[in-house]
């Protein structure tokens, strides 16, 4: 229970300082933001601080933090770090770069920041990839929450009911403006989403459940290393590509530069304290990872968490907490499907003030996105997951131009060039060795991987070394 407590407070503490630090680098003002300046009642809507934080929250929060932590506890306690380090190095740090830089570039998507850092050849490739991703995110985020609907009701509202039921809302809540729908829900489910974390930590402390302590050792019972796998099976809850397509959607409605440490830092962390709970539980619940593991086996991840919830907190306790769950993956969906239509409309140049426009980009779709809910969850989890990994590379890499350019000092680039380095190890050394990819041996995915990353950290040094002679006139 230390080490879970520890992470914790850690968390907090990189909220204060590390928060502060990056914020200090981006250097926000008081100069008008998009949700003024671009006011169109739909997608540019100003949002009061806390309403702007609670939406963002549960934009980012999808099942990632709660089934992504569970299977990353297989692993473990080392998973803490991970999540820990992860989110306040490389998560919190990427959600408020692509937060502010879109915010600086009147609210554009990830694709378009990448035309403008990148070149022309990236804005494209990054069209098509966040376009996949967003259409992944919102059929896995469809699924999830219809399979623990399937559990808490009659036989006779099966999952594919709950599907249609979902997908329904999607429709609405990718049309509507912002504030009409998700703007006055969101909210609530974030209070649910709370007190549904809360309740968890309640039901390990009384129920005399015990948080393994630390072990820097592998614990998967399957034998997957510790590296790449765990740093892409926790995703959402260390660091996600995924989040850069949201950012940019608050990024519309903020009042003010300032409070982007409140909104996109501190989301981040928040959704991490949620992975937290659900690692801890997940160990805690079943003993080891052995029994976890074979708990998801058998049940599958909603299965894992309907068990946990009801298990630690009863009946009604249980409900709640698995309601927390069912708001996360759809308050995700909803916007994934929203961010993908901003996105087809900045390469159509369908003005989305109009419902027309709106319609005639949203129901295709959500079309494909109900023809995807037809494959196999697992399969679609592990696409997700490496593509989720790729785009947080890429964004990073994106932040690292930004700050290249628009920083005088910099050396500050390299708070978002590290984890991009990073993170480009993980996600090709992913790649190479896992099933969905070219299944190759460690022998060869770990240089490879590693030559990756020390490859583009070296462009990444000529490039800081030519900027920094540009300053000083040599």
Same mark, same amino acid.
């Given at each position: 229970m230390i080490t879970f407590i520890c992470s914790f407070l850690c968390l907090i503490l990189g909220y204060m300082f590390y928060g502060r630090l990056v914020s200090h680098i981006f250097r926000p003002d008081d100069r008008k933001t998009p949700a003024y300046t671009k006011e169109d009642g739909v997608d540019y809507v100003p949002m009061k601080t806390g309403k702007a934080y609670l939406v963002q929250l549960l934009n980012i929060a999808g099942t990632g933090p709660i089934f992504g932590a569970i299977m990353g506890a297989c692993f473990g306690p080392v998973v803490f770090l991970w999540i820990v380090?992860?989110?306040?190095?490389?998560?919190? !740090?990427? @959600?408020?770069?692509?937060?502010?830089?879109? =915010?600086?570039?009147?609210?554009?998507?990830?694709? =378009?920041?990448?035309?403008?850092? %990148?070149?022309?050849?990236a804005k494209w490739g990054m069209r098509i990839f966040s376009v996949l991703l967003l259409l992944l995110t919102g059929t896995v985020f469809v699924t999830s929450p219809a399979a623990l609907?399937?559990?808490?009701?009659?036989?006779?509202?099966?999952?594919?009911?709950?599907? !249609?039921?979902?997908?329904?809302?999607?429709? #609405?809540?990718?049309? #509507?403006?912002?504030?009409?729908?998700?703007? +006055?829900?969101?909210?609530?489910?974030? !209070?649910?989403?709370?007190?549904?974390?809360?309740?968890?930590?309640?039901?390990?402390l009384h129920g005399g459940y015990s948080v393994p302590e630390m072990e820097l050792k592998d614990l998967h019972p399957k034998g997957l290393p510790i590296w790449p796998y765990m740093f892409v099976t926790v995703a959402c809850g260390a660091i996600s590509g995924f989040h850069s397509t949201q950012s940019p959607m608050i990024a519309k409605c903020i009042k003010t530069e300032k409070d982007g440490q409140k909104v996109f830092y501190g989301a981040m962390l928040s959704e991490s304290v949620i992975a937290l709970v659900w690692a801890a539980g997940g160990v805690a619940f079943y003993g080891a990872t052995s029994g976890l593991s074979d708990a998801i086996t058998k049940n599958g991840q909603s299965g894992v968490v309907y068990d946990i919830s009801t298990g630690m907190l009863g009946t009604i306790g249980g409900v709640l907490a698995v309601v927390g769950v069912i708001a996360c993956p759809v308050t995700? &969906? @909803?916007?994934?499907?929203?961010?993908?239509?901003?996105? #087809?409309? =900045?390469?159509?140049? %369908?003005?989305? +003030?109009?419902? +027309?426009?709106? /319609?005639?980009?949203? /129901?295709?779709?959500?079309? !494909? &996105?109900?023809? %995807?809910?037809?494959?196999?969850?697992?399969? %679609?989890?592990?696409?997700?997951?490496?593509?989720?990994?790729?785009?947080?590379?890429?964004?990073?890499?994106?932040?690292?131009?930004?700050? #290249?350019?628009?920083n005088q000092n910099k050396l500050c680039s390299l708070i978002t060039a590290v984890p991009a380095a990073f993170m480009s190890a993980v996600s090709l050394t992913y790649i190479l060795m896992a099933k969905e990819g070219f299944r190759l041996s460690q022998n060869i995915a770990y240089p490879a991987g590693l030559c990756f990353a020390i490859g583009l950290f070296a462009v990444y040094m000529i490039i800081l070394r030519r900027f920094s002679s540009k300053k000083t006139g040599m």
């Open positions: 380090f992860g989110a306040i190095l490389g998560g919190g !740090v990427h @959600d408020y770069m692509c937060g502010m830089i879109s =915010e600086r570039h009147n609210g554009a998507s990830i694709a =378009e920041l990448s035309g403008s850092y %990148l070149g022309s050849g609907l399937a559990r808490l009701t009659p036989s006779s509202l099966n999952a594919t009911f709950w599907i !249609v039921v979902i997908l329904a809302y999607y429709v #609405l809540a990718t049309l #509507l403006p912002i504030d009409k729908l998700i703007g +006055k829900i969101y909210p609530v489910f974030g !209070v649910v989403l709370i007190i549904m974390a809360v309740g968890i930590v309640v039901g390990i995700s &969906g @909803d916007t994934a499907f929203r961010s993908a239509r901003l996105i #087809l409309a =900045e390469i159509t140049k %369908l003005d989305q +003030k109009y419902i +027309k426009n709106r /319609l005639i980009i949203t /129901l295709p779709l959500l079309s !494909v &996105g109900a023809l %995807l809910t037809q494959l196999d969850f697992n399969v %679609l989890w592990r696409y997700f997951s490496w593509s989720n990994q790729t785009l947080a590379m890429v964004a990073l890499w994106i932040a690292t131009s930004y700050l #290249l350019k628009n």
